[in-house]
């Protein structure tokens, strides 16, 4: 089902929109304003709504094979961001570099929400995730499936841009937005790197880091031919 607000000015992404609903016999409603922005439940809808099943999980055995296009794995893991808009913004970066699965806790972490879905503009279509119990037990598993893991913290003394990732399958953990990786998922990564930084301040937030750091990453591996058309 597809809802449209009244009174919507006209313009070809509506228009591809309707088309699209009806080539695939999707339902076509149109709504007042209000009616619209309560099921929207997130701020600032621009006016249309779809309804669609909730995105599937998969296995996390499933991410760590080869993708159809033959795309080495490149993955990222998520150890307990909280904030919706930092998820969404994350998924968003790592589709647009690449990355070809994602890897959420079942706990202490947000999963898909309205608004995750509105920040990372589409992503959530393109990116299979899967939720596990917790992280470093995920780690320890792409460990034993051949995918080397690598940790964004502000600490480590070696630089992300120092990093030969062409090669090989990867995953890029992150931390959340307070406290960072948490001891034991630190302990578990291959290894540890950190975004050089020069200004005042301390830190990145957790976006921002996450997009530099998947693009570096995505450099290294289509420097080492790992992006096939």
């Keep these: 089902m597809v809802y449209l607000a009244e009174g919507m000015e006209p313009s070809p992404v509506l228009d591809e929109i309707e088309a699209l609903a009806r080539r695939r016999k999707v339902r076509l ?5 209000r009616r619209l922005d309560a099921l929207a ?9 779809a309804q669609a099943d909730p995105v599937g999980e998969v296995p996390l055995d499933d991410l760590c094979g080869p993708t159809q296009r033959g795309r ?7 150890d307990g961001v909280t904030d919706p808009t930092n998820l969404g913004a994350v998924l968003r970066s790592a589709e647009c570099a ?12 947000v999963h ?22 917790g992280v470093p037990t995920a780690l320890r598993r792409l460990a034993s499936l051949g995918v080397w893991t690598v940790g964004l913290d502000q600490e480590a003394s070696r630089s992300i841009y120092e990093l030969a990732v062409g090669d090989q399958p990867v995953a890029l953990i992150l931390g959340s937005e307070g406290s960072g990786l948490a001891p034991l998922t630190r302990a578990r990564c291959d290894e540890l790197v950190a975004i ?4 005042a301040l301390a830190s990145l937030n ?19 031919g790992r992006f096939p058309a």
Excluded: N, S, W
């Excluded at 439940?41 to 709504?49: A, I, L, S």
């Excluded at 080495?72 to 998520?78: A, D, E, S, T, Y």
């Excluded at 690449?98 to 972490?109: S, Y």
């Excluded at 957790?206 to 080492?224: N, Q």
């Design 29 to 33: 409603e149109v709504l007042p304003r």
């Design 72 to 78: 080495v794995p490149f993955l990222v893991v998520l």
């Design 112 to 133: 898909l929400t309205p608004t995750v879905a509105k920040v990372a503009a589409g992503a959530v279509e393109h990116l299979p995730m899967a939720v596990v119990p």
């Design 41 to 49: 439940r997130t701020d600032g809808p621009q006016g249309v709504v």
């Design 206 to 224: 957790v976006a921002t880091a996450g997009a530099i750091a998947c693009f570096e990453l995505a450099r290294a591996r289509a420097a080492g």
């Design 98 to 109: 690449g990355v070809t699965g994602v890897v959420l806790p079942r706990h202490r972490a």
């Design 196 to 199: 050089p930084q020069y200004g």
